[in-house]
């Protein structure tokens, strides 16, 4: 079964240092991996995501991503972290039990950026 | 480009009453996913509509429904409210049904069950 976690309820970080948000997950079969942010009372926006290659992914905002196979882990990262990143982070992957648009999400991150 | 649009935005219903949701996907998007946001359960998977049909469906009862419009709208129903009903139901549009492609999120329908 496809099943993503992200072992921090809660991250807080300085403005100015590098942040990390967790991921790891569990699929069967080649991972698709995604990475949303919610800011209140939003939706999620997309932040980047993994399919194969380059084991970084660079994404929207300043983040990227590293994937990590043999510990199944899709790190989120930014080298300085701004206020406004505050928010909720989700990593996702899809559900490849089923062809087609459906993630399984993780249960999320707050980040807490501190000026 | 506009993004995905919902409405309403918010919603407060009593118990035993049916709701409808609606999303307008991004021009050109042809697939449709709703999602249920709770505190408790987090993000769950409702169900994937693309050209006009039901692609998918997650874990959910019968009284969830949904349907596609030619267009590539999508209503999604609840029948019969409970309680737990009580969530951020977001709507997420894509051009394709990739496991590679990304979808885009509206801002979601906040359903109060009262």
């Known amino acids: 079964a496809q099943s993503v976690a992200q072992p921090e309820d809660q991250v807080n970080v300085a403005e100015g240092n590098p942040l990390t948000v967790k991921c790891t997950y569990s699929v069967s079969g080649n991972p698709y991996l995604f990475w949303y942010v919610q800011y209140p009372n939003r939706g999620l926006q997309f932040l980047l995501k993994y399919i194969t290659g380059d084991n970084l992914v660079k994404g929207s905002y300043g983040f990227e991503a590293e994937f990590n196979k043999s510990q199944t882990s899709f790190h989120l990262k930014k080298p300085s972290a701004l206020v406004s990143d505050s928010a909720l982070y989700f990593c996702?992957?899809?559900?490849?039990?089923?062809?087609?648009?459906?993630?399984?999400f993780g249960p999320g991150t707050r980040l807490s950026v501190l000026p | 480009k506009a993004g995905v649009t919902q409405t309403p935005r918010y919603l407060i219903k009593t118990r035993g009453q049916q709701v409808t949701l609606s999303c307008s996907p991004i021009s050109g998007h042809r697939s449709v996913s709703w999602y249920q946001q709770t505190p408790g359960q987090g993000l769950q998977f409702l169900f994937e509509?693309?050209?006009?049909?039901?692609?998918n469906k997650g874990n959910f009862p019968g009284r969830f429904s949904g349907r596609q419009f030619s267009n590539s709208r999508s209503e999604m129903n609840v029948s019969t409210l409970e309680l737990g009903d009580s969530a951020l139901y977001l709507c997420?549009?894509?051009?394709?049904?990739?496991?590679?492609?990304?979808?885009?999120f509206g801002q979601g329908t906040r359903l109060t069950v009262v």
């Open positions: 996702a992957v899809r559900d490849v039990r089923y062809y087609g648009q459906n993630f399984v």
């Open positions: 509509y693309f050209s006009e049909t039901q692609r």
């Open positions: 997420a549009s894509s051009s394709n049904r990739e496991l590679n492609t990304e979808a885009f």
